[in-house]
T-cell receptor, first 110, second 115 residues
Framework: LAKTTQPISMDSYEGQEVNITCSHNNIATNDYITWYQQFPSQGPRFIIQGYKTKVTNEVASLFIPADRKSSTLSLPRVSLSDTAVYYC???????????FGKGTRLHILP | DAGVIQSPRHEVTEMGQEVTLRCKPISGHDYLFWYRQTMMRGLELLIYFNNNVPIDDSGMPEDRFSAKMPNASFSTLKIQPSEPRDSAVYFC?????????????FGSGTRLTVV
């Protein structure tokens, strides 16, 4: 599994767009990039996954440059309820297990 | 679907006692995972099953920990005897056959406190 590096913590304000970047320099050809979100006192929740370019769903957007050595999770117009830990994961389609890193602790301020 | 169901939500026990944590995965999911989360170590994978068979238990910290999956709808994680350093939140997760692509669904966790 490719190693990922992401900021330990970030602060932002309500209504702003938040971008969390994850580095994965050793990403392999068959690897996908996945982000999970964990609210306090809850288990992690799968939010988005991509292989290249851009993916968007109702929760977030994921931007992946051509070299795929990094990715950016974008949360539009955050609210206080977006305060959570966000995990960036890289793995191959068909990988049996997921190993979580420390994640990025996002704190949204009023 | 009710999602992954864990019980109990909270458990407080005395050192030396046996503790059993329970998990009901989502119907149809072939994989079941047990994780432990602490502030110091983050989320650690303890063990996972595929079609009720343990595949990788390399994350189980000691022989005091054991996990079983007697059928597709139930799994247990047992700690005997428990120690204060076992205090953590224990999560169960399940996923369809192609796990990484589909993503995991986690339960709400069991907060274990060993005093």
């Amino acid at each position: 599994l490719a190693k990922t590096t992401q900021p330990i913590s970030m602060d932002s304000y309500e209504g702003q767009e938040v971008n969390i970047t994850c580095s994965h320099n050793n990403i392999a050809t068959n690897d996908y990039i996945t982000w999970y979100q964990q609210f306090p006192s809850q288990g992690p929740r799968f939010i988005i996954q991509g292989y290249k370019t851009k993916v968007t769903n109702e929760v977030a957007s994921l931007f992946i440059p051509a070299d795929r050595k990094s990715s950016t999770l974008s949360l539009p117009r955050v609210s206080l309820s977006d305060t959570a830990v966000y995990y960036c994961l890289v793995g191959e389609y068909g990988d049996d297990k997921i190993i979580f890193g420390k994640g990025t602790r996002l704190h949204i301020l009023p | 679907d009710a999602g992954v169901i864990q019980s109990p939500r909270h458990e407080v026990t005395e050192m030396g006692q046996e503790v059993t944590l329970r998990c009901k995965p989502i119907s149809g999911h072939d994989y079941l995972f047990w994780y432990r989360q602490t502030m110091m170590r983050g989320l650690e994978l303890l063990i996972y099953f595929n079609n009720n068979v343990p595949i990788d238990d390399s994350g189980m910290p000691e022989d005091r920990f054991s996990a079983k999956m007697p059928n597709a709808s139930f799994s247990t994680l047992k700690i005997q005897p428990s120690e204060p350093r076992d205090s953590a939140v224990y999560f169960c997760a399940s996923s369809p056959a192609i796990s990484f692509q589909e993503g995991y669904t986690f339960g709400s966790g069991t907060r274990l406190t060993v005093v």
